[in-house]
């Protein structure tokens, strides 16, 4: 079961880190992958602590056992942190894309695209988005004044339109909804997963340690089991 909480936790954490690549124009503050990078952590230490709890119930082992519940107990804390950090940075995303935005916007080149731009046209076509609040946004961007073309980036247009131009003589054409709150929405939702990860499998590592307590106090209480383990026999 730890094994395969593990394998689940690693897949979230770097599920995390890729769609964060694509967005990671927009907020500048890196630590607000601390949470994902602990999740990973978290995960790997899982499949190891999997594997002590395996090999301390199969030979009994009191002081495995032991060991297993304190190591268990280590990682619910670091669990519980993960939660923490993960709801202070989902708080901090909004202030975070709001300060950067404006700034990524305005560093649009659409004749030659850097990695910004590539991060905007990216955005905006799978967020079905135009511009920071609505397409005119766009008539202040140093791109459009210097194209002269009174149009936007083909990635404003609908993507059901093949023959939209991007102009803003036909704005039925492009995308109404700005960018800026879905990718806010976007980056909280991605949040969320390692919270909920985070949250499910602190209730499983709880689990974990009740069944390995459980077997540490039988395995005290009963000295007919300590016999039997030993080798010996009652008179």
């Known amino acids: 079961l730890l094994q395969a909480a593990a394998g689940i936790l690693c ?6 880190f890729i769609t964060y690549d694509d967005y990671d124009h927009f907020f500048e503050d890196v630590y607000t992958l601390i949470p994902a990078v602990i999740i990973i952590a978290v995960g790997t230490l899982l499949f190891i602590i999997g594997l002590i709890g395996c ?22 804390i670091t669990e519980v942190v993960v939660v923490v950090l993960g709801y202070i940075y989902r708080a ?3 202030d975070e894309v709001d300060h950067s935005i404006q700034k990524v916007y305005n560093g ?4 030659n695209p850097d990695a910004a731009s ?38 404003c247009c609908k993507a059901a339109l093949s023959n939209c131009t991007g102009s803003l003589t036909h704005p039925m054409d492009l995308y109404s909804e700005g960018c ?6 976007k980056l909280q939702e991605i949040m969320m ?43």
């Open 193 to 235: 997963y390692v919270i909920w990860a985070a949250l499910a499998f602190a209730a499983i590592q709880l689990l974990g340690m009740l069944c390995a307590c459980i077997v540490l106090c039988r395995r005290g209480r009963d000295p007919a089991y300590e016999l039997l383990i030993a080798g010996g026999t009652y008179a």
């Open 92 to 94: 901090k995303v909004e």
């Open 118 to 155: 590539r991060a905007i046209d990216y955005v905006q076509r799978q967020l079905r988005c135009c511009g920071i609040h609505n397409y005119s946004d766009w008539e202040n961007t140093v791109w459009f004044k210097q194209t002269k073309n009174n149009s936007v980036p083909l990635s």
């Open 180 to 185: 800026e709150a879905l990718v806010v929405k």
């Open 55 to 76: 090999c301390a119930t199969i030979r009994e082992s009191r002081c495995g056992l032991a060991t297993f519940v304190i190591i268990l107990l280590l990682v619910f």
């Open 108 to 111: 649009y080149n659409g004749t």
């Open 11 to 16: 897949y979230v954490g770097a599920y995390v």
